[in-house]
């Protein structure tokens, strides 16, 4: 159980370009998701938390116009990075909780822009 | 500014001893605590849990938590190869009614055949 898958698992763009990371509960219902940012040899930073049905709380320093959430259900949540820059590569990895405190997290999403 | 703090290693230990990690944080009123392991390239993986002061077990793994001395430890019995990954500590708080789980840095764990 506790399942949380992540698409795409890689992918590179090109500079200018959005990105969409999707990011499902496949086996519970995620009152909460979030999504962290980590840089090679660096732990997670986390970027904004996000409940079903309402607006994403951004942690100081992330633009929330450039990093789009949306949590349109209790299974899927969407990351849009927009206008991607080189400086945007990074590891992208959502997790989920239920009504506990235990997060489960995605594989991950590598993303590359050139 | 809630901290978690852990040593980065690398710990290099022989295959079949114990792995002792070790974690200190900054927020006295966190509740929940909990290690992931991390292989390179890879998300985080969840290994234990623990809410109360003790020992709490679960195969070769033994998390151990000290609210008093703001300390929480996870060893590793019978260390294998496989157990080679970065171990992170993360602590459940809350930013204003929000929870979140803050991260240490992790630490590197080498187990040698």
């Known amino acids: 159980g506790a399942v949380v898958s992540q698409h795409p698992s890689r992918v590179i763009c090109k500079s200018g370009t959005s990105v969409k990371i999707e990011c499902r509960s496949l086996d519970f219902q995620a009152t909460t998701m979030f999504w962290y940012r980590q840089f090679p040899k660096k732990s997670l930073m986390l970027m904004a938390t996000?409940?079903?049905?309402?607006?994403?709380?951004?942690e100081q320093g992330v633009e929330k116009d450039k990093f789009l959430i949306n949590h349109a259900s209790l299974t899927l949540s969407t990351l849009t990075v927009t206008s991607a820059h080189p400086e945007d590569s990074s590891f992208y990895i959502c997790s989920a909780a239920d009504s506990g405190d235990t997060q489960y997290f995605g594989p991950g999403t590598r993303l590359t822009v050139l | 500014q809630k901290e978690v703090e852990q040593n980065s290693g690398p710990l290099s230990v022989p295959e079949g001893a114990i792995a002792s990690l070790n974690c200190t944080y900054s927020?006295?009123?966190?509740?929940?605590f909990f290690w992931y392991r991390q292989y390179s390239g890879k998300s985080p993986e969840l290994i234990m849990s623990i809410y109360s002061n003790g020992d709490k077990e679960d195969g070769r793994f033994t998390a151990q938590l000290n609210k008093a001395s703001q300390y929480v430890s996870l060893l590793i019995r019978d260390s294998q190869p496989s157990d080679s990954a970065t171990y992170l500590c993360?602590?459940?708080?809350?930013?204003?009614?929000?929870?979140?789980?803050?991260f240490g840095s992790g630490t590197q764990l080498t187990v040698l055949p």
């Open positions: 993360a602590v459940m708080g809350y930013s204003g009614s929000a929870r979140q789980l803050t």
């Open positions: 996000s409940n079903e049905g309402s607006k994403a709380t951004y």
């Open positions: 927020d006295r009123g966190s509740q929940s």
